[in-house]
């Protein structure tokens, strides 16, 4: 049975930092795409990094130079370091793992709220 379990969301001011992580168990990990995508009340859900098994890694332009994703796949675990973090991030984050079309995994997401 697959799981795939974020961690790390919560309250922060603007400016300040925060650390996502997600845990993939039932999987080979180390072989699969792994990406954060976000979705804010009323937007459409949107990818924020990607990371590939080969470690090549994307962001969307929004938070480039902020968000650094990264994997540790000796811990089947990803993360999101996120610094100087603006209300507009605030969204519930979701961790995907994708092979295939057919052998792609979410979590449940995380809250993560900036004050202004």
Known sequence: QV???ESGGGLV???GSLRLSCVASGITFSIYDISWYRQAPGKQRELVASITSGGVTNYADSVKGRFTISR????NTMYLQMNSLKPEDTAVYY??????ARLNYWGQGTQVTVSS
């Open 95 to 100: 961790c995907n793992t994708k092979w295939t």
């Open 13 to 15: 001011q603007s400016g």
């Open 3 to 5: 799981q795939v379990v």
């Open 72 to 75: 540790e796949n000796a811990k």
